[in-house]
T-cell receptor, first 116, second 112 residues
């Protein structure tokens, strides 16, 4: 299993500003993922962040809007840039580790972002 | 059309009832099927994990996968108020945490 800490847990931001979300894991992991959970919508993968390489973004998400850092095997950041009210969402960090049966995804508690 | 469809509810049932939660999907290549439980203001946690078609039971929870119908289900027996949460189905082409595709989630309330 893995214990994942996200900071901040919530924030209210002005449009046009940027927010950086931190994700800290209690063990070294190869793969980290960033998801967005918009109100009433599915949990959607933004990008996969591997240490030592550029993040891989899913369709509809771009690096200029959601830059990601992965400086080591226990830490990653996601920045939401030039925010608009449409960016109001919960952002979740996830890692792949050995679970009870197979490798599985563990999630942080999420960062609840409101853009005004 | 969404790749994974899940009725968002909300679903409210009395304590002790059998709960049935379902998802349909369009991509026949999905091989791994999961159910996550998400309590309010928490991240999702893995509840059930199934490979390909068939049933899997874990205590009061049973997961069913019917690949021919592209339909998966989660049954909760003897439901408890502590089961009140949002349940998300998820599926993927490969084992592990990569490229998970989630349903919208069903909000479930178990009334004492």
């Amino acid at each position: 299993s893995a214990v994942i800490s996200q900071k901040p847990s919530r924030d209210i931001c002005q449009r046009g500003t940027s927010l950086t979300i931190q994700c800290q894991v209690d063990s070294q992991v190869t793969m980290m993922f960033w998801y967005r959970q918009q109100p009433g919508q599915s949990l959607t993968l933004i990008a996969t962040a591997n240490q030592g390489s550029e993040a891989t973004y899913e369709s509809g998400f771009v690096i200029d809007k959601f830059p990601i850092s992965r400086p080591n095997l226990t830490f990653s950041t996601l920045t939401v840039s030039n925010m608009s009210p449409e960016d109001s969402s919960i952002y979740l960090c996830s890692v792949e580790v050995a679970g009870r049966v197979n490798t599985e995804a563990f999630f942080g508690q999420g960062t609840r972002l409101t853009v005004v | 059309q969404k790749e994974v469809e899940q009725d968002p509810g909300p679903l409210s049932v009395p304590e002790g009832a059998i709960v049935s939660l379902n998802c349909t999907y369009s991509n026949s290549a999905f091989q791994y099927f999961m159910w996550y439980r998400q309590y309010s203001r928490k991240g999702p946690e893995l509840l059930m994990y199934t490979y390909s078609s068939g049933n899997k039971e874990d205590g009061r929870f049973t997961a069913q996968v019917d690949k021919s119908s592209k339909y998966i289900s989660l049954f909760i027996r003897d439901s408890q108020p502590s089961d009140s949460a949002t349940y998300l189905c998820a599926m993927s082409l490969r084992q592990g945490a990569q490229k998970l595709v989630f349903g919208q989630g069903t909000r479930l309330t178990i009334n004492p």
